[in-house]
Each structure stands twice: as C-alpha cells, then as structure tokens.
C-alpha cells in the first residue's frame, strides 16, 4: 500500500512560480512511475508531467501545455516527487493530483489546489 501527501499548492499571481511535493511511503516508490495530474472545475483529469523510474530510463513527459514552464522532478530517497512550475497561467487554475504506477497497481493523492489569479 502507497499513501500520498501533497503540499505546496495555494493562489498565486500570473507569472509566479509554486513548487508541489508528494512525499510517499512503500518500498514501490523508487521503481514506479510519477507522475503529476491536475483537474480543474468542468473538465477532465488531464496529464501534466510524468517521471519513469531510473529503472525505466528515467525519462520525463510533459502536456503541450505545460512544456518549457513546469519540470518534474524525484528524490528516491525521500520518496517524494516534485512540481516546479514557473510562469504560472490562469489556466493553470486546477487541484493538483500526484500518482504512482508500477505495473497494474495505482495510486493517487488527495490533491492540492493551485489558483493563480490577479
């Protein structure tokens, strides 16, 4: 079993930055994938950035949307994994979910809202 917490969420203005972290307990942490979600109010949950394990190549991915302005990252051995995300847009407005995947079992955060907005 995986439990999440995320923290670092909050309201921001445009073109400001907030870091998001997902400290994780289990020992899967380090050989899962991450990844960072988000959903905002009408619409569906929609990938923002996903990290595989050294294991995997430990490549990054990015929405189109996001590329060039949020970067993930991991710590292994704190079991966390991080949002950076800079340039803040309003349309960035969402709750930010943090997951971990490692073969068929899934698990997700609770979420933390991020709101930028002047």
């Known amino acids: 079993q995986v439990q999440l917490v995320e923290s670092g969420g909050g309201l921001v203005q445009p073109g400001g930055s907030l870091r998001l972290s997902c400290a994780g307990s289990?020992?899967?942490?380090?050989?899962?994938?991450l990844g960072w979600y988000r959903q905002a109010p009408g619409k569906q949950r929609e990938l923002v950035a996903t990290?595989?394990?050294?294991?995997?190549?430990?490549?990054?991915n990015y929405a189109d949307s996001v590329k060039g302005r949020f970067t993930i990252t991991r710590d292994n051995a704190k079991r966390t994994v991080y949002l950076q995300m800079d340039s803040l847009r309003p349309e960035d407005t969402a709750v930010y979910y943090c997951?971990?995947?490692?073969?068929?079992?899934?698990?997700w955060g609770q979420g933390t809202q991020v709101t930028v907005s002047s």
């Open positions: 990290t595989t394990a050294v294991i995997g190549g430990g490549r990054t």
């Open positions: 289990g020992s899967i942490f380090s050989f899962a994938s």
């Open positions: 997951n971990v995947k490692l073969g068929p079992a899934e698990y």
